[in-house]
């Protein structure tokens, strides 16, 4: 048994925490662990959306700079929020079974989203949600609403928003679900690239925890994972663009859909992908070369 607990890193949000404990719970038995919560530049900028910030690193930084400087052992993180490229000297080393990935809505106005009243202020902070939205209902109003949670459904009860969508996985693991008003299939909103997907980064040179954690990781969740990340390094993602994908393995056999859109919804181009389990990187590179190339220049920054 280890004399020194294991330190875990994570975010302070309620969410973070019970994410983290749920690493700690599935830690081979004898290991102890202690929960290190880190501000982030991502909670304290509370008043801006993640785009004009500087996108979603803002949520990681601090927690890789304590991993790389030996304060923490591990780190968790909702792997929607892990930027495209990691950091030289940290590695995934593992992925836990992915909950639900789909998006919720919540309102106390209509009992669907796009049963919402003409001109009804929608409350999010994701490009890609508002981007959907508007793409099927322009006549809504998306309006910036940051915050964890429980910050995000207090608003909605006071009437900030008319209505707002949050990841069905986050509701669920706070023990939230019932505030979810519909559940928005795929076809829908699609979701985030990795969400309700929670990831455990350590470093690269660490060859003991790398091996403690293998025992965590779920292969097809990877897979997905594998798959929804490969298409963001194709198409450079990142919070300023509205990009979605999905995954899913099933046996040996892989699907995966994924969109590209602008910010106001005025134009969406989707596609999607089949294969093997195996091939996970080659599909999600492949479809967001099509995705790339079916927008064509100039669609986005960067393009």
């Known amino acids: 048994m280890s004399q020194i607990a294991l ?20 830690l081979p038995p004898g290991d102890q662990a202690d929960i290190v919560a880190l501000k982030t530049s991502g909670d304290l900028m509370g008043d801006r959306s ?54 919720a809505f919540i309102s106390l106005k209509a009992p669907r989203l796009f049963d919402l009243p003409r001109g009804a202020v929608v409350g999010t902070a994701s490009l890609r949600r508002q981007a959907q939205i508007l ?14 949670v429980e910050t995000r459904l207090r608003k909605l009860g006071e009437g900030a928003v008319d209505a707002t969508l949050l990841a069905l996985a986050g509701l669920r693991r706070l023990g939230r679900a ?16 990795a969400q309700g997907a929670i990831a ?5 040179d660490d060859e003991r925890m790398r091996k403690r954690l293998q025992a965590l990781d779920h292969a097809p969740s990877r897979a997905e994972i594998v798959a929804e990340r490969a298409l963001l390094e194709v198409l450079d993602g990142s919070c300023r663009t509205p990009i979605a994908a999905l995954a899913r393995a099933d046996g040996d056999r892989l699907t995966m859909k994924g ?34 190339g079916s927008a064509g220049p100039g669609f986005l920054p960067g393009f």
């Open 7 to 26: 330190r875990i890193g994570t975010r302070g949000s309620p969410l973070a925490l019970v994410q983290s404990e749920m690493v700690r719970r599935r």
């Open 50 to 103: 993640l785009a004009e910030a500087g996108g979603k690193g803002l949520f990681t930084k601090e927690i890789d700079e304590a991993l790389l400087a030996g304060r923490i052992d591990m780190a968790v993180h909702s792997l929607k929020d892990v930027p495209t490229w990691l950091p030289d000297g940290i590695v995934l080393a593992a992925i836990l079974e992915r909950e639900d990935p789909r998006d």
């Open 135 to 148: 793409h099927r209902r322009p006549d809504l109003k998306v309006t910036l609403l940051r915050g964890n």
């Open 178 to 193: 019932d505030a979810a008003t519909e559940i928005l299939e795929p076809d829908e909103m699609l979701p985030a690239p």
């Open 200 to 204: 455990i980064a350590c470093r690269a």
């Open 259 to 292: 969109l590209i859109a602008k910010p106001d919804g005025s134009r969406v181009v989707s596609g999607a992908r089949a294969g093997a389990t195996a091939d996970a990187a080659r599909i999600g590179r492949d479809l967001g070369e099509f995705l790339r």
